[in-house]
């Protein structure tokens, strides 16, 4: 097998999307936000047959590689280690999108402190016609879209750069109420300009008496829907309800097959950070999809500093 750089967009992204499964954070586009970046293929006889997209992260406890949802189909944990080792990194974290732990255990991975990216996801099948897609839904749900449509919520579209202060606003109220730390206004302007060039990112802002009550950045990539950055205020109009719903049509129109609701709490930790929301996502049907935790190979003695501050909860760890 033979591993080298990729640097066609197109050859990329395409076999990308047409693995089994995915997620933007190895998509192209993604790879350009979070920027230094390495993007390597896996050939076989000459024929891609996975690829993994690397991502250099200058902590200040010191540099590591990061592999978010990846890598993907036939590319070589080995090659990762031997990468991450000419980088002189202190360790190498995969995020991957698989279930099975015994390939990281037999070469030395251990459980990451920290939870990367969602683990226990939620999907749902938009490939159904929309009378089924609401016959799936919570029957408090379906209630709740049909009243907000009755009061008079819009849900408008844009990829206008200027209206993620909107998001902004929201996304700081949010944080407030449930305990998160909010990425910055340029981080999601960054996204925006970034992800719109090839349409795959639209902000949907939900109104209501007059006022955006919520809003929410949706990427679109492959045949998925992904629902990514977003924020909303506290009200009694379904606007959230709403929102979700043109969401899925809209999923529908670009002829996506799953719409990824992105992270809920196992059933047995009421503290999770996702348990807030897992109920609101539960209710529009779909199914559970879960993977394994982050893994971690150390490279050096430094590592453990970073595994004892990241224990720390994130709200409190700015301050270290």
Not at 158 to 180: G, P
């Amino acid at each position: 097998m033979e591993i080298k750089a990729i640097t066609d967009k197109k050859v990329w992204d395409e076999f990308v999307t047409g693995c089994p499964e995915y997620t933007f954070l190895q998509g192209w586009s993604w790879g350009r936000i979070s920027g230094n970046v390495i993007r390597l293929g896996a050939f076989k006889s000459g024929r891609l047959v996975g690829v993994a997209q690397v991502l250099r992260i200058a902590a200040r406890r010191g540099r590591f590689l990061f592999v978010p949802h990846g890598p993907l189909g036939q590319f070589p944990l080995t090659e990762l280690i031997s990468l991450a080792k000419r980088e002189k990194v202190t360790f190498l974290r995969i995020s991957p999108l698989a279930t099975d732990i015994n390939d990281y255990r037999a070469l030395g991975f251990r459980d990451a402190p920290t939870i990367m990216h969602a683990e226990e996801t939620w999907l749902i099948d938009v490939s159904l016609s929309e009378e089924e897609i609401l016959k799936n839904m919570r029957k408090t749900t379906r209630n709740l879209i049909h009243r907000g449509e009755r009061d008079g919520v819009v849900i408008e579209k844009t990829t206008d750069v200027s209206q993620i202060d909107t998001l902004y606003d929201l996304q700081i109220e949010t944080s407030k109420r449930n305990s998160f730390v909010p990425f910055s206004k340029e981080f999601l302007k960054k996204e925006m300009e970034i992800f719109r060039e090839n349409d795959e990112a639209v902000l949907f802002l939900g109104k209501a008496e007059g006022k955006t009550l919520a809003a929410a950045i949706i990427v679109f990539y492959g045949k998925s829907a992904f629902y990514y950055q977003s924020g909303s205020r506290e009200s009694k109009v379904p606007v959230n309800y709403c929102l979700q719903w043109e969401v899925i049509k809209e999923a529908k129109r670009r002829g996506c097959t799953i719409y990824n609701m992105w992270g809920v709490a196992p059933p047995n930790k009421p503290r999770h950070r996702f348990a807030g929301i897992t109920v609101f996502k539960t209710g529009f049907g779909g199914y559970e999809r879960d993977y394994l935790h982050a893994q971690d190979y150390p490279l050096s003695w430094k590592y453990w500093l970073t595994y004892f501050i990241e224990k720390i909860p994130r709200v409190l760890r700015a301050r270290v």
